[in-house]
């Protein structure tokens, strides 16, 4: 059936350095690949996106990489900032109208 | 505000009773989703409308759940005979119409069902 794992839960880093956050998902369908911050006792808000035609997008700090053969795909945070403390959640979309999301990255950024 | 916009904000009701959250998407967004959250996890759908027509609905939903976008805006989810296992954040999310997959979501509803 339909599938994201994301790991790590809990991902702990200093300020300045680098987070990444990888997904696998299971449906060979799936299309678009979101990612969405959740900030404590907020709704889910869209950070960056890709599409399965594409291997790689960059947002300043923020970039996304999709290995579609693998099934994977992976968010990176460089120069991380406190402000960048939240839950993270990965998703996929197939060609119909279901997002699965995976169960979420917790990510403290100790200044 | 013009964002999405869920009402309301808090439920508490006993166990047994009947629950209706209504969810306002963004002016002109033509398609609406339901998700359930619970603590620790992600968003799990629920059900998906574009216009008014509910064109999917998760094989995890019981009968208990039903949603309905009678005019094509807004959009209610009532939860029948609730139980415990149904406390949770209700979640609705909508999406412009063309080519575009993002979804901007409401602020949700925190049922707890005692």
């Known amino acids: 059936g339909e599938n994201v794992e994301q790991h790590p839960s809990t991902l702990s880093v200093q300020e300045g350095d680098s987070a990444v956050i990888k997904c696998t998902y299971s449906d060979s369908a799936s299309n678009y690949f979101p990612w969405y911050k959740q900030e404590l006792g907020k709704r889910p808000q869209l950070i960056i996106d890709?599409?399965?035609?594409?291997g790689e997008k960059k947002d300043q700090r923020i970039a996304v990489t999709l290995n579609k053969t693998a099934k994977h795909f992976s968010l990176h945070i460089t120069e991380t900032q406190p402000e960048d403390s939240a839950v993270y959640f990965c998703a996929t979309k197939t060609g119909g109208f279901k997002t699965i999301f995976g169960a979420g990255t917790r990510l403290f950024v100790k200044a | 505000d013009t964002g999405v916009s869920q009402d309301p904000r808090h439920k508490i009701t006993k166990r047994g009773q009947n629950v209706t959250f209504r969810c306002d998407p963004i002016s002109e967004h033509n398609r609406l989703y339901w998700y359930r959250q619970t603590l620790g996890q992600g968003p799990e759908f629920l059900t998906y409308f574009q216009n008014e027509a509910q064109l999917e609905k998760s094989r995890l939903l019981s009968d208990r759940f039903s949603a309905e976008r009678p005019k094509g805006s807004f959009s209610t989810l009532e939860i029948q005979r609730t139980e415990q296992g149904d406390s949770a954040m209700y979640l609705c999310?909508?999406?412009?119409?063309?080519?575009?997959?993002?979804?901007?979501f409401g602020p949700g509803t925190r049922l707890t069902v005692l």
């Open positions: 890709i599409r399965s035609n594409v």
């Open positions: 999310a909508s999406s412009p119409r063309m080519n575009s997959d993002t979804q901007y």
